[in-house]
């Protein structure tokens, strides 16, 4: 059974910094294609960052979070990190980890098979 539990957010001022983790468990996330997408209020949920499982983690960015925001992963921990830098007030979101066994970099949250409850990030102005 795949289990992916987020931690991490909380409530960050305007140009501020937060690390999110994902800890999975029961699939091995350096074969597997992992996500941050995230989801505000009265919207879509949308890609923020992807490390993929071929290229040996090459990782892709949406234009909203490029040059701020930094995907990564630790094979021993099993975990998965978003690193959040210059946060912005339009950044608040549920904030989710997905995983999926697809190549490349699936943007679209249909191409993920699992999915973590969320963390709630707040970006006050």
């Known amino acids: 059974q795949v289990r992916l539990v987020e931690s991490g957010g909380g409530l960050v001022q305007a140009g501020g910094s937060l690390r999110l983790s994902c800890a999975a468990s029961g699939r091995t996330i350096s074969s597997s294609t992992m996500g941050w997408f995230r989801q505000a209020p009265g919207k879509e949920r949308e890609f923020a960052a992807i490390?993929?499982?071929?290229?040996?983690?090459?990782?892709f960015y949406a234009d909203s979070v490029k040059g701020r925001f930094t995907i990564s992963r630790d094979s021993q921990k099993n975990t998965v990190y978003l690193q959040m830098s210059s946060l912005r007030p339009e950044d608040t979101a549920v904030y989710y980890c997905?995983?999926?066994?697809?190549?490349?970099?699936?943007?679209?949250?249909?191409?993920?098979?699992?999915w973590g409850r969320g963390t709630q990030v707040t970006v006050s102005s």
């Open positions: 997905a995983l999926s066994g697809r190549l490349g970099f699936p943007v679209s949250e249909l191409e993920y098979d699992y």
């Open positions: 490390i993929s499982r071929s290229g040996g983690g090459v990782t």
